[in-house]
């Protein structure tokens, strides 16, 4: 990094220079409809009982290219009544045209309002998410991945590398020409604060269990070092795997996180599908030990046992930048973007002057 803070570097994290795709290795082995089969708007309906409130907003092309287009900006306004006295849109002061030409992509107030309609149906907060990934290497944004606005459900999807990966190489690892689906949604869920240490991973093979893993492995939680309280987990996750999904997820082999309540409840909530292979986090396990797993009567559970055995989060590669951080910190988040934008728009004159 260099010595000196600077803005550009903000705007390289808002902005579409996505790495190259991959190309497909000669022993691809995730196929297009295994990674089809877990999208949301996929297995929503099927499991909408056994899972969190959820809505789903189909997305226009024109805004699936507002996300990919370059800047901050933003044309919701950051709440109901929260409309500048001039009446401009997203982050205003000098970025008031790049808001204007966000706005002309696409017919942004119908999103709006449906966006807006349908957090207020999910109890006036929701977690963000595209087909398959959520925006969490973006929490940096707003300190938080809990949205109450179309604002700041729109700014923390165009910061995300994630949702940047799920718009442009949907089928990395694939044997398929293809790199997105036909597509894209938004999909809107109830907010709820979950801890950490309920979360869990589950991987299937051949149609059976065959592993689960603490979600979260940079957490260490005392209580999952007790026996007894492992064991209940591991059998509530069995039972739901056997009662709720086997024989209804169109996948023999996949990944699934669940969110386990505390005793004495115990219920199980299914949170999401993933693709079996590489685009799919490991957790406490890796890919070539699941491969050459053999199932057992019960599957093999793996907790982090003391704070030795913790791992970094794969958000945390994707989080603001070193230079954003030691910025003032008594400046906005909207002060940044606006400048963000205004050095875009200086880099792009810069440019044009060498062609």
Request: with cysteine; charged share 30%; glycine share 4%.
């Amino acid at each position: 990094h260099p010595t000196n803070p600077s803005i550009p570097d903000l705007v390289a994290m808002v902005s579409t220079d996505a790495e190259p795709p991959a190309s497909v290795p000669a022993d691809a082995e995730m196929e297009e409809s295994e990674v089809l089969a877990c999208a949301f708007g996929s297995w929503f309906e099927n499991f909408r009982r056994s899972t969190f409130k959820s809505e789903i907003i189909p997305l226009s092309e024109d805004c699936v290219k507002f996300l990919l287009a370059d800047g901050a900006t933003v044309p919701f306004r950051r709440r109901q009544d929260d409309a500048a006295s001039d009446g401009s849109w997203g982050s205003g002061g000098d970025s008031d045209d790049d808001s204007a030409d966000a706005a002309n992509m696409f017919d942004y107030e119908e999103l709006e309002e449906q966006v807006r309609a349908a957090i207020e149906r999910l109890n006036g907060a929701v977690l963000p998410k595209l087909n398959w990934s959520a925006p969490k290497d973006a929490q940096w944004v707003h300190s938080t991945l809990k949205c109450d606005s179309p604002y700041e459900v729109f700014t923390l999807l165009k910061a995300s590398d994630f949702i940047t990966h799920d718009l442009l190489h949907s089928f990395d690892h694939c044997a398929t020409s293809r790199t997105r689906p036909d597509q894209f949604t938004l999909i809107l869920r109830r907010w709820h604060e979950l801890h950490e240490s309920n979360e869990f991973r589950a991987f299937v093979r051949d149609s059976k269990l065959l592993a689960i893993s603490q979600r979260q492995t940079a957490g260490f939680f005392e209580h999952l070092v007790d026996r007894e309280e492992v064991e209940a987990i591991k059998c509530a996750i069995q039972n739901f795997f056997e009662e709720k999904v086997r024989g209804c997820f169109p996948l023999s082999r996949f990944a699934f996180d669940v969110y386990v309540d505390i005793a004495p409840r115990r219920r199980v909530w299914l949170v999401d599908f993933s693709p079996w292979g590489p685009t799919t986090d490991a957790a406490l396990f890796d890919w070539d030990e699941l491969r050459s797993l053999e199932p057992s009567e019960e599957p093999e559970l793996r907790v982090v046992r003391d704070e030795t055995e913790t791992r970094g989060k794969v958000e945390s590669f994707h989080r603001m930048p070193i230079e954003l951080a030691q910025l003032n910190s008594n400046e906005g988040m909207n002060e940044l973007l606006a400048k963000a934008d205004q050095v875009l728009k200086q880099k792009e004159v810069f440019r044009e002057s060498f062609e």
